[in-house]
Nanobody
Framework: QVHLVESGGGLVQPGGSLRLSCRAS????????MTWYRQVPENERELVAA???????NYADSVKGRFTISRDNAQNTAYLQMNSLKPEDTALYYC?????????WGTGARGTYRGQGTLVTVSS
């Protein structure tokens, strides 16, 4: 089994900062891309930021210059540093990981996993 757990969300005033974490655990051999998404009810999900195993990154235009994605490969963890937060950043943030895991038979299996998410609310 593989689990992704996000943390770090909460209530913050406009202009404030938060740092989200996404930790993957289980019988993981390697992780390729880790991606942060956000979703507001009745809206489609939005890709916020992604980072490859080699550290290449890409961002949504709406967060460029304010958000920074990073990762710690040894800890199977991705981070999202969010600065200069705006009310429109309010959403459920969740991460996904494209990874290779070890099955119960000892073979490798690739798949994409996601966590339950952490809620970010930007409000005065």
């Amino acid at each position: 089994q593989v689990h992704l757990v996000e943390s770090g969300g909460g209530l913050v005033q406009p202009g404030g900062s938060l740092r989200l974490s996404c930790r993957a655990s289980g019988r993981i051999r390697s992780i390729n891309t880790m991606t942060w998404y956000r979703q507001v009810p009745e809206n489609e999900r939005e890709l916020v930021a992604a980072i490859s195993s080699g550290g290449d990154t890409n961002y949504a235009d709406s967060v460029k210059g304010r958000f920074t994605i990073s990762r710690d490969n040894a800890q199977n963890t991705a981070y999202l540093q969010m600065n200069s937060l705006k009310p429109e950043d309010t959403a459920l943030y969740y991460c996904t990981a494209d990874l290779l895991r070890t099955t119960e038979w000892g073979t490798g299996a690739r798949g994409t996993y996601r966590g339950q998410g952490t809620l970010v609310t930007v409000s005065s």
